[in-house]
């Protein structure tokens, strides 16, 4: 398994922006799939954004369509992102995901906190 480490959690007004960072371990990180979802407090946990291993194909969900940005350093074995107009419905535990399912691999890290003030 892949070792991801989030940062860049905190507390924000709304319309503000952060950027979310997922740090992974081992040499072979371009050939994930990189994913970002959250868990909001009494909900279940929901997809939020993925980029593909190549870097050049995205989804988003729609609730967050035009207001974030994921990204990824395959240089540096990390993926971002980027959150800008930030809601209050925005706060949750955002969570990293690597993934390869021919080799399946299906990794999370610990989460960081996002919480939004109206």
């Known amino acids: 398994q892949v070792q991801l480490v989030e940062s860049g959690g905190g507390l924000v007004q709304a319309g503000g922006s952060l950027r979310l960072s997922c740090a992974a371990s081992g040499r072979t990180f371009g050939s994930y799939d990189m994913a970002w979802y959250r868990q909001a407090p009494g909900k279940e946990r929901e997809f939020v954004a993925q980029?593909?291993?190549?870097?050049?194909?995205?989804s988003y969900a729609d609730s967050v369509k035009g207001r974030f940005t994921i990204s990824r350093d395959n240089a540096k074995n990390t993926v971002y992102l980027q959150m800008n107009s930030l809601k209050p419905e925005d706060t949750a535990i955002y969570y990293c995901?690597?993934?390869?399912?021919?080799?399946?691999?299906?990794?999370w890290g610990q989460g960081t906190q996002v919480t939004v003030s109206s």
């Open positions: 995901n690597a993934a390869r399912a021919i080799i399946g691999l299906n990794s």
């Open positions: 980029i593909r291993w190549s870097g050049g194909d995205t």
